[in-house]
């Protein structure tokens, strides 16, 4: 009695949470096409939980047929993630008929049980929702990975525009599904108050990301209408060098691939096929590293007193945290750390 009196109470709770940030989203902050369609789906999971609460009561409980209709039902929301997922990956593209196209397997499914309702229809309308999630689920991660290649091959700043995020959310989801396969099987209310404790924690990280995400715009594609030069018979060496002598590369923090292939003098396509394959190397990575080497002379300096702040504002980084993790990345160390190196070999 008491788990099941503490599961309805999480239950409760998780509705109210996730109708709330419905509501910031979709009436409180700044309307965006993201957070209009968040809002939307978060809405629609407070509807979700609310409908749960008739668990509780045990002339529902226990009608076989009734249970199993209402987690029919909860098949719909399998698709959310994922229409969400193309929102971020693909600004603009989510509309009213790509959602009609992925849950209507979901309905129809649901329209079939309730007409023949037999345990080997539902149990291949659960095995559906887990191969879908499951496919959906690599995708996603798929897609993450090309957009962040994307990403950093054209923008030397990607503060609150990265998506590694989505990855820790995917994390979490596949967990989350476990359980709800498991409380779709059997009642059990402690599984059942994991199942809306994770769903709550892995929407709140989307919800918390989402607030701050900042979609990566087209890139500038004017020049790439010339066809590119051979990589091998362009050598930029020089010309980088020099801007990076003259400090260009810490005075520009929002620098992208197309700018800085007008100061070069060629086109973006020409100029990333050079840092792809010439050095190995993306423009994110190529950018900051000559940010860091700025860190290090700062660093270096006998009379060095700089707050990690200072420094990555100094270096050219928009972020700290960005700053921190590719000074770490580059040294194993913090930039403190390294500062107490630099003393020891004086």
Known sequence: ??????????????????????????????????????????????????????????????????????????????????????????????????GVCLELPFLLLTVVYSIWPVEWLFNATMAFSLLFSAICALWVFRMTVKYRRRLMDNCSDITNMDIRWMWVSIAIFLPNLLLWTLVSARLDYVLDALYYITLSVSWGIVAWHTYFFVPQGNPDTRGDAVPPMSVASWNFTRKLNSLASDGYFVRSPRLTLSELAAELGTNRTTLSNYLNQELGTTFYDYINSHRITKAEELLSEPSSRYSAEQLAELSGFNSLSTFRRAFFKKHGLSPSQYREKVLERR
């Not at 309805?8 to 309307?31: E, H, P, Q």
């Open 1 to 98: 009695m008491m788990y099941h009196n503490v599961t309805i109470l999480i239950n409760g709770i998780a509705a109210g949470l996730f109708g709330l940030t419905a509501v910031l989203f979709l009436f409180v902050f700044k309307r965006t096409h993201l957070r209009t369609v968040l809002g939307i789906i978060l809405a629609i999971y407070a509807l979700y939980l609310a409908k749960d609460i008739a668990y509780a009561y045990d002339p529902i409980a226990s009608d076989g047929y009734l249970y199993r209709m209402l987690l029919s039902i909860d098949n719909w929301a399998v698709p959310l993630y994922v229409i969400y997922a193309v929102e971020v990956l693909s600004p603009g593209k989510t509309t009213l008929w790509l």
